[in-house]
């Protein structure tokens, strides 16, 4: 008798476990969900200079389609000529974080270039005088970054403000 009662009260205790699992995920998606705010208040799909600190510079062509970003891309490699490579992306809004980073438009793009992918994440927070700004590294090399700014003279990001 004592084992059958063990069995029955760890079946309910797995019910139980099972039950507060169930109603607590929906909580968990939601809080994801405020960090991923949906589609972000600036327009990405422009033409954008992106300036290294490793000394390269990095023109874009870029598409937006709610969230997605296609284009290509093209930087000065010396005597090897101008590179080209195939962009694609995803914008969103962040919201409900702490730092700089906080309620901010971010964008990460992978740029296949000859051989090997760069990856450009960066933030514009939403105010008309904000600037761009972000990392890239080779995605397989993820140790070794750079940190980037756009030209705000010749990126054309609108952002519609929230009030």
Known sequence: MNKEFNRTNLASIGGIFL???????????QRQRRVDGGPPHCWFGSNWLLVQANGFNVWMELTQRGQDITGKA??????????????????????????????????????????MVGVYEGYRISTPDADIEG??????NPGRRSTWRGDQQRNKIHCNVPN
């Open 135 to 140: 990392e890239t590294w080779e995605k397989n």
């Open 74 to 115: 093209s930087y000065h490699a010396g005597r090897k000529g101008t590179m080209q490579g195939s962009v694609k992306g995803r914008v969103w809004l962040r919201v409900g974080q702490k730092g700089p980073q906080s309620d901010a438009n971010h964008i990460r793009v992978e740029i296949q270039w000859h051989g």
């Open 19 to 29: 039950l507060v699992f169930i109603l607590v995920s929906p909580g968990v998606a």
